[in-house]
């Protein structure tokens, strides 16, 4: 079957612009992360998803971020007022349980900041 | 400190031998331990999860798991350069959150 998909697959933007990336989780998952992974790094934990519950934003480093997800499946990362120590893989997962074993993560949104 | 620490390499071996990755912890609260492979310019993909302490076995592919030593580590025997990637490990507290090594780049050469 599909697996998670992201939009786009690199993104170059300027100082200052915001932006969206996307997530199709696989059918059926209810839990959704987002994690961002920069050079030299671990994976970096950015936001949680269950379903109807409220997310947990723990990690989201600053106000600019902010993530939706709309019907329990499309997921939305938003950047507002992008610095360039934003540029990163920006990763999202998904998990058919609550737990965060076995998540499975698309191919990730390239983002650099010029 | 980091919570997870793993040695970030290059670690480069010759087709047929053994490698082994490790990575070290420091909150003995973490319960579950994975291991994800990541191809260049591609997600990580999970290998194989671990529950407390032990051993697990899948293929060519063994975790090893000591929580008294606050110490993982992933045996690969027979590495083939269809291994060659960057090997990340992983733990969970509880709940949902997982805490990511920064990974170990492995080539394997013909």
């Known amino acids: 079957g599909a697996g998670v998909s992201q939009s786009p697959s690199n993104k170059v933007t300027e100082k200052g612009k915001d932006v969206e990336l996307r997530c199709d989780p696989i059918?059926?998952?209810?839990?959704l992360y987002w994690y961002r992974q920069s050079l030299g790094q671990g994976l970096e934990f950015l936001i949680y998803?269950?379903?109807?519950?409220?997310?947990?934003k723990s990690g989201l480093p600053s106000d600019r971020f902010s993530a939706e997800r709309t019907g329990g499946s499309v997921s939305t990362l938003t950047i507002q007022r992008t610095q360039q120590e934003d540029s990163a893989v920006y990763l999202c997962?998904?998990?058919?349980?609550?737990?965060?074993?076995?998540?499975?993560f698309g191919p990730g949104t390239r983002l650099t900041v010029t | 400190q980091k919570e997870v620490e793993q040695d970030p390499g290059p670690l480069s071996v010759p087709e047929g031998a053994i490698v082994s990755l490790n990575c070290t912890y420091s909150?003995?609260?973490?319960?579950?331990f994975m291991w994800y492979r990541q191809y260049s310019r591609k997600g990580p993909e999970l290998l194989m999860y671990?529950?407390?302490?032990g051993n697990k076995e899948d293929g060519r592919f063994t975790a090893q798991v000591d929580k008294s030593s606050k110490y993982i580590s992933l045996f690969i025997r027979d590495s083939q350069p269809s291994d060659s990637a960057t090997y990340l490990c992983?733990?969970?507290?509880?709940?949902?959150?997982?805490?990511f090594g920064t990974g170990t780049r492995l080539t394997v050469i013909p």
């Open positions: 997962a998904s998990s058919s349980t609550g737990g965060g074993v076995e998540q499975y």
């Open positions: 059918s059926g998952h209810t839990a």
């Open positions: 998803f269950q379903g109807n519950s409220a997310p947990d």
């Open positions: 909150n003995s609260a973490f319960q579950y």
């Open positions: 671990t529950y407390s302490s």
């Open positions: 992983a733990m969970e507290l509880y709940g949902n959150n997982l805490f």
